[in-house]
């Protein structure tokens, strides 16, 4: 499994609209083949800067969502809207973390 983390920064007059947009594809990128899970961080000094977490089974399961009509729909939509050029790292775990109790 690895993780995928993509560092956004929109333009202040788009991030609420780059929010209520990610409501409606949420569940489009979170129940494609091969992504177990995904998450939205906003940063709390920020809040134009969103981090997205998400976990794919292989990085070919993440190169099928990058290459499929679900992306190639989402991806020029949002572009217009980035005040800085995205970041994104794909990562394997080394450390996973302890358990809350």
């Known amino acids: 499994m690895i993780t995928r983390i993509v560092k956004l920064e929109f333009q202040e007059g788009k991030i609420l609209e780059f929010l209520s947009f990610f409501d409606t594809i949420k569940n489009v990128v979170n129940k494609f083949p091969g992504c177990y899970a995904m998450k939205l961080y906003q940063d ?12 794919w089974e292989s990085q070919e ?8 009509e ?11 809207w980035f005040n800085n050029k995205p970041e994104a790292w794909s990562v ?6 302890f358990e809350v109790e």
């Open 44 to 55: 709390i000094h920020n809040p134009c800067v969103v981090i997205t977490y998400s976990h």
């Open 61 to 68: 399961k993440l190169d099928n969502y990058r290459e499929s």
């Open 70 to 80: 679900e992306f190639i729909e989402i991806w020029p939509k949002i572009k217009p």
């Open 92 to 97: 394997n775990a080394y450390f996973n973390g």
